[in-house]
Nanobody, 120 residues
Framework: QVQLVESGGGLVQAGGSLRLSCAASGSIFSTKAMGWYRQAPGERRELVADISSSGNTNYGDSVKGRFTISRDSAKKTVYLQMTSLKPEDTAVYYC??????????????WGQGTQVTVSS
């Protein structure tokens, strides 16, 4: 079993910054990728950013140039630095991890979510 624990959400004014962290623990053979998704009320969950085990990154169009994803493989932790925040960034942010089992299967795990609210 794998657990993902998120931290760093909160309330911030437009133009401000926040840093989210997500630490993975449990039965982790190796990690394929980790990332962040978000879901606003009444909206679909969407990709914010993800990062592969080799360090390749991928960003949603709406956050390119403002958000930066990084990882500390030794700590099994992924970070999301969010700058120039806008009210439309308000959502619950979910950590996601794709984990390899010892047999090579990939399992996807989700964190419990952390609220980010950007006031105008």
């Amino acid at each position: 079993q794998v657990q993902l624990v998120e931290s760093g959400g909160g309330l911030v004014q437009a133009g401000g910054s926040l840093r989210l962290s997500c630490a993975a623990s449990g039965s982790i053979f190796s990690t394929k990728a980790m990332g962040w998704y978000r879901q606003a009320p009444g909206e679909r969950r969407e990709l914010v950013a993800d990062i592969s085990s080799s360090g390749n990154t991928n960003y949603g169009d709406s956050v390119k140039g403002r958000f930066t994803i990084s990882r500390d493989s030794a700590k099994k932790t992924v970070y999301l630095q969010m700058t120039s925040l806008k009210p439309e960034d308000t959502a619950v942010y979910y950590c996601n991890a794709e984990i390899y089992s010892e047999l090579g299967y990939v399992y996807k795990y989700w964190g419990q979510g952390t609220q980010v609210t950007v006031s105008s």
